[in-house]
């Protein structure tokens, strides 16, 4: 049965039972910055365990990919290296959000992996753990589905304390927690590895398949187990591992869709033996690799994008290893894209993008790997012991951009250890960064206690009368505010748009008979609006019915900059491709600023074009058209959505452009406020392009009366321009360039002059020299001279005084430059180098260079006439 078989198998039966199947999340978690990836099928639905998100389905089933390849959860250094650890897995899941329990959940299991209909696996090759005191779960396996007491292991808290065990999960210290059972594959007595709970269980006889985790308690901070009020269910089988089982081979390696991914990487790199270690790596690595650039990842040097920059190297040096030819990784991503697009349609349409993200990462990394490696072998080869120094482990990451874990990797082919504490002296910040993970935390931000939920009244009006729900002044709540306070104010309901989804809350003023306070800001809570400001004037006690007046001007120019951005986001994908994904925004009243994924800067041509298309559909003038629909058929809508935003069942879907359905210009999901029709723009104007971060870039861009106002600015510059240079708008260019070109011409014949200078002072100075034991020395100052022109004299002086050894100092607005010079004969006594380094610190300044010429810095003009003495004292000495 083949892997893909296998997956939709999962999938299909959890839906008969009444599961949603819900697609894989992002390996970037959307509700979770703690985690660096997604490494659980559970992981998108944290909130639905923790109570905080409701679904229109309790119960649920998914196949998730994750990786595994940074922070606590971090398999890379064995991949490669054994059978089942990977970078890059899939988890298939069946989840239940206080619906079913232990007794649906392990029939469930029981029933896929062994009934004929499903997977028909022999009863005889499994066996279960359960958590020691979990009766309930044992009885269940015992007495219900009929497994013999004897093949049921109870493992207990064999990790140091109460409740830890390997049959225990826990999401953090605190949270949701309880008992697991897990069910395990006899691979045969012909593989070495014994039972769960014995010396011997970490062999590869006894696989673990299936983990069903009871969420039935919340941990408190004292430690206290408290009976969730709705017991749920998470549990994960990995499909790489059943796969194996099911095609009956033992290493993950032989399933179908590696053996598919280690035939082309073969193909790619020369390399016929599919078990070959570095082979296993490449496969491997293709998939994380892929899948983080299809998910938004793109390499750097911090963070996710290191991780992903490390999994890459690894993989070009293992080919390297192998002696395949430069660029071969990314020839693998059509081969993935071939075995896993059915299942994961965006690896396709992003197929492009991917493999150009690779290339480029490869074609950086080839520059220096040859040399990287000629240094870490070299090092190896005069090594005593068996331990590679740290100082030379930091010197290949940061030089030559080798991973402490890549040289680890050569360290261990080579039976040598890495000093890693020695690496972590050098680089603390940087494997901080690259370690960035955590675990989960229970614990939610204490907030502001707010209760209810603000009804929000601001798409079709910007004033309503609302009711004060709740005062907070200095970070506690309050009954009444005076004049003056600064504070914030909850209405029950309010026309301000709290900020969110990038655009900025309103300001405005909320009022009453002799009561003004002035909104500076709104923001969202809780379901609630917060209104931040200063009551100017009067009293407000909750209870209390004030007026809400909305900033009408700031309002109107906030919602042309908002749906200006779902154009400018819908002409990128357009001019630049489907690989453009938001990555944050910020829509004011005065501009809009929006970060997108993109390798490369924009070329001009490319800005034009998104402009042009942008103001283009702002001359349509289509309407602006919004509808509350169910959240599942606004995705088939087409409507984009961020995943890891929440939404509620009925979502507000934007759309612009003429067309029907999916073929309208632009529709996303979104909650804030817009134009009524395209045209109420007026005009879009780029202003910048930029980066934001590695593979992000950020536009810059204004509309409306901001637009208008920009290109005034413009004009009114280019005028000013044009009256300086003594021409006209029209042709404004032409004089800039002749001026240029003017410009060019007289500094060629500066240079020229400076170097006839340069020549006459060299002779006036020759004669100053003095005779050293044959040896002309010579000490002189030529403030205001720069450095190119104190070379041409160095070299004019070298010329007349034949053996000579020179320094030349110059003062240049208190910023103080000492050069020195040797003749060739002069050097084996006396280098330049040495001369600027013993005199330097009389002007407090270092530096150095080479024999016949050196070159010095300062900050101290007062010191130079002493550093001229002293240099020629240490002439005196030198040639003695």
């Known amino acids: 049965m083949k892997s893909s078989e296998i997956r939709q198998k999962f999938l299909d039966f959890f839906a008969s039972k009444g599961h949603e199947v819900v697609a894989s999340s992002p390996l970037v978690p959307g509700n979770d910055p703690t985690l660096l990836f997604t490494n659980a099928g559970m992981v998108q639905f944290k909130d639905c365990f923790l109570g905080q998100d409701k679904r229109s389905y309790t119960r649920a089933t998914s196949s998730q990919r994750c990786v595994r390849a940074g922070?606590?959860?971090?398999?890379?250094?064995?991949?490669?290296?054994?059978?089942?650890?990977?970078?890059?897995?899939?988890?298939?899941?069946?989840?239940?959000?206080?619906?079913?329990?232990?007794?649906?959940?392990?029939?469930?299991?029981?029933?896929?992996?062994?009934?004929?209909?499903?997977?028909?696996?022999?009863?005889?090759?499994?066996?279960?753990?359960?958590?020691?005191?979990?009766?309930?779960?044992?009885?269940?396996?015992?007495?219900?589905?009929?497994?013999?007491?004897?093949?049921?292991?109870?493992?207990?808290?064999?990790?140091?304390?109460?409740?830890?065990?390997?049959?225990?999960?826990?999401?953090?210290?605190?949270?949701?927690?309880?008992?697991?059972?897990?069910?395990?594959?006899?691979?045969?007595?012909?593989?070495?590895?014994?039972?769960?709970?014995?010396?011997?269980?970490?062999?590869?006889?006894?696989?673990?398949?299936?983990?069903n985790v009871f969420m039935q308690f919340n941990r408190t901070e004292d430690g206290e187990m408290q009976p969730l009020p709705k017991p749920s269910v998470d549990t994960g089988m990995g499909l790489e591992r059943i796969s194996a089982i099911m095609q009956g081979v033992h290493s993950n390696y032989e399933i179908d869709l590696f053996q598919?991914?280690?035939?082309?990487?073969?193909?790619?790199?020369?390399?016929?033996?599919?078990?070959?270690?570095?082979?296993?790596?490449?496969?491997?690595?293709?998939?994380?690799?892929?899948?983080?650039?299809?998910?938004?990842?793109?390499?750097?040097?911090?963070?996710?994008?290191?991780?992903?920059?490390?999994?890459?190297?690894?993989?070009?040096?293992?080919?390297?290893?192998?002696?395949?030819?430069?660029?071969?990784?990314?020839?693998?991503?059509?081969?993935?894209?071939?075995?896993?697009?059915?299942?994961?349609p965006e690896l396709v349409k992003l197929q492009d993008q991917v493999s150009k993200v690779l290339r480029l990462e490869e074609e950086q990394f080839a520059k220096t790997l040859d040399k990287g490696m000629g240094i870490l072998n070299d090092a190896i080869a005069k090594l005593e012991g068996d331990t590679i120094p740290g100082e030379t482990v930091f010197k290949l990451y940061d030089t030559y951009g080798f991973p402490v874990d890549l040289t680890a990797d050569v360290a261990r082919e080579k039976d040598l250890k890495v000093d890693e504490e020695?690496?972590?002296?050098?680089?603390?910040?940087?494997?901080?960064?690259?370690?960035?993970?955590?675990?989960?935390?229970?614990?939610?931000?204490?907030?502001?206690?707010?209760?209810?939920?603000?009804?929000?009244?601001?798409?079709?009006?910007?004033?309503?009368?609302?009711?004060?729900?709740?005062?907070?002044?200095?970070?506690?709540?309050?009954?009444?505010?005076?004049?003056?306070?600064?504070?914030?104010?909850?209405?029950?309901?309010?026309?301000?748009?709290?900020?969110?989804?990038?655009?900025?809350g309103d300001s405005g003023f909320l009022k009453a008979a002799g009561v003004v306070f002035q909104v500076k800001n709104t923001t969202k809570e809780d379901g609630n609006h917060v209104h931040h400001g200063v009551l100017v004037e009067g009293n407000i006690k909750v209870g209390d019915q004030l007026t809400a007046e909305v900033d009408a001007e700031k309002r109107a120019a906030?919602?042309?900059?908002?749906?200006?951005?779902?154009?400018?986001?819908?002409?990128?994908?357009?001019?630049?491709?489907?690989?453009?994904?938001?990555?944050?925004?910020?829509?004011?009243?005065?501009?809009?600023r929006f970060d997108f994924s993109n390798l490369e800067a924009m070329t001009p041509e490319e800005i034009t074009a998104v402009e042009t298309m942008v103001n283009d559909q702002i001359r349509d003038n289509s309407e602006v058209v919004t509808k509350l629909m169910n959240i599942d058929d606004a995705k088939n809508s087409g409507a984009m959505a961020l995943f890891g935003e929440k939404y509620d069942d009925e979502v507000r879907v934007l759309s612009m452009g003429t067309g029907e359905g999916a073929e309208q210009f632009s529709i996303e999901l979104c909650g804030g406020t817009h134009a009524k029709r395209t045209g109420d723009l007026g005009l879009l104007k780029i202003t910048t392009e930029a980066s934001a971060a590695a593979g992000v870039r950020r536009i810059e861009a204004v509309a409306g009366q901001a637009a208008l106002d920009f290109v005034a600015e413009q004009e009114a510059a280019l005028g000013g321009i044009a009256r300086l240079v003594k021409g006209s708008t029209d042709n404004v260019g032409d004089k800039v360039e002749q001026l240029v070109a003017r410009s060019r011409q007289l500094e060629k014949e500066i240079e020229a002059l400076k170097a006839k200078l340069a020549s006459s002072a060299g002779s006036d100075l020759a004669a100053q020299a003095k005779d050293i034991a044959g040896v002309k020395v010579l000490t002189a100052r030529i403030d205001g001279t720069d450095v190119p022109t104190m070379k041409t004299t160095m070299d004019g002086l070298k010329d007349k005084l034949g053996s000579a050894l020179i320094l030349l100092a110059a003062d240049n607005?208190?910023?103080?430059?000492?050069?020195?010079?040797?003749?060739?004969?002069?050097?084996?006594?006396?280098?330049a180098g040495d001369a600027v380094k013993a005199v330097a610190e009389y002007v407090d300044g270092r530096g150095g260079g080479k024999p016949e010429m050196a070159q010095a810095g300062g900050q101290k003009p007062e010191g130079i006439d002493q550093a001229l003495e002293a240099f020629e004292t240490w002439a005196a000495e030198k040639l003695a």
């Open 71 to 211: 922070g606590k959860h971090n398999d890379l250094e064995n991949v490669g290296y054994t059978a089942r650890h990977h970078t890059f897995f899939e988890m298939l899941g069946n989840f239940s959000f206080g619906d079913y329990f232990k007794q649906d959940a392990i029939k469930y299991a029981w029933e896929f992996l062994t009934s004929d209909q499903w997977l028909n696996l022999p009863t005889e090759k499994l066996l279960v753990t359960v958590y020691a005191e979990d009766d309930e779960a044992f009885d269940i396996w015992n007495k219900e589905v009929g497994i013999p007491a004897d093949s049921i292991i109870r493992i207990g808290d064999n990790k140091g304390a109460k409740y830890a065990s390997d049959n225990f999960w826990q999401m953090g210290d605190t949270g949701p927690c309880g008992p697991c059972t897990e069910i395990f594959y006899d691979h045969g007595e012909h593989i070495w590895g014994g039972k769960p709970g014995t010396p011997e269980e970490d062999g590869d006889r006894f696989i673990e398949i299936w983990n």
């Open 260 to 344: 598919a991914l280690l035939k082309a990487a073969g193909d790619v790199t020369g390399c016929t033996d599919t078990e070959n270690k570095s082979l296993r790596v490449i496969a491997d690595h293709i998939r994380s690799t892929a899948f983080l650039v299809v998910d938004g990842v793109y390499p750097s040097n911090e963070g996710r994008g290191y991780v992903l920059r490390r999994i890459i190297r690894r993989a070009v040096r293992h080919g390297h290893m192998l002696g395949a030819p430069a660029g071969f990784f990314h020839k693998l991503v059509p081969a993935l894209a071939e075995q896993m697009g059915e299942a994961y």
């Open 422 to 504: 020695g690496f972590d002296k050098a680089m603390t910040h940087q494997r901080e960064t690259a370690r960035a993970a955590g675990n989960f935390s229970a614990k939610a931000a204490s907030g502001l206690g707010l209760e209810g939920e603000t009804e929000f009244c601001g798409y079709d009006q910007l004033s309503n009368t609302g009711s004060v729900q709740a005062l907070i002044k200095n970070g506690e709540k309050v009954d009444v505010l005076t004049a003056g306070d600064e504070a914030l104010l909850v209405l029950d309901a309010t026309a301000f748009y709290g900020e969110s989804g990038g655009q900025a």
């Open 558 to 592: 906030t919602t042309l900059h908002h749906t200006a951005t779902h154009l400018l986001h819908a002409a990128l994908r357009t001019v630049l491709g489907e690989h453009v994904a938001q990555k944050g925004s910020l829509v004011t009243y005065d501009k809009l």
């Open 813 to 831: 607005d208190g910023k103080v430059t000492l050069l020195a010079g040797a003749t060739k004969d002069v050097i084996g006594k006396a280098k």
